[in-house]
């Protein structure tokens, strides 16, 4: 029995060894991809004509989705603000505390996880049915460098047009949140637009809109590095764009946990 249990015990830790290895090199993996792409950019921008194409696909084709996430966050954003701060906080300062809390933390991060979904997976699956289906390949015997054909052009269009993205959906949840508050909550309009001139800064625009740079980064690298590692045909394509999702939503929140830190307590925490 002692023997079995010391057998599982190692067998244990061998495990979450290997675990820590594979985290370790996976991260080697992805940042050495972040740093090529950065490397061929310097070196020469991409072409104008496929940096519009992924700026159209990532940008304008997420809005219509976009737009009706925003206007129910800020609806569900007004009706919760209205119910926690009831015989606490009057309802004039509403329309402040909803635009705070959407261009702080619920647009950039909202939006995000959103474009993340949608957006990671298609540049998984685009580039994973290139990759398995040795297009890729082909690319590199042809002289073409892969990373600057296909990489630097989602990547840059994902860092560019997630921030103008997010402006879209900080404006539409912060006339959602006003729809319910003059219609559902008994507060004037007068008194809402009021509340938000009072009580907006632009450095909490502006930490919502750096934030949404970095996701935009996260959100192109995760889909692009998933789908230039696929294997294994259909299943793999599966497997890859899941991958993509996963970890461009799991990486957005720990960096929006990281950003929010420095933001706040050390670039705008004398402002």
Known sequence: MADDTNDLAARGVSYLWQQLEDGLAEVGRVSTLFYETIRVQVIRLPRFRLLLQQ?????VESLWLVIVVSLFTGAVAAVQAAYQFSNVVPLRYLGSVILRSVIIELGPVLTALVVGGRVGASIAAELGTMKVTEQIDALSAMGINPVRYLIAPRVTAAAIMLPVIVVYSDAIAVFGGWLV??????????????????????????????????FGVIIGLMGCYHGFRTEGGAEGVGKATTGAVVSSCVLVLVVDYLLANFLFQIVFAKQ
């Open 181 to 214: 508050a003059t219609t559902s909550l008994h507060v004037s309009s007068h008194t809402y637009i009021t509340s938000i001139r009072q009580y907006f800064y632009m450095k909490d625009l502006a930490s919502g809109l750096i934030k949404a740079l970095f």
């Open 55 to 59: 700026m159209h696909a990532i940008g």
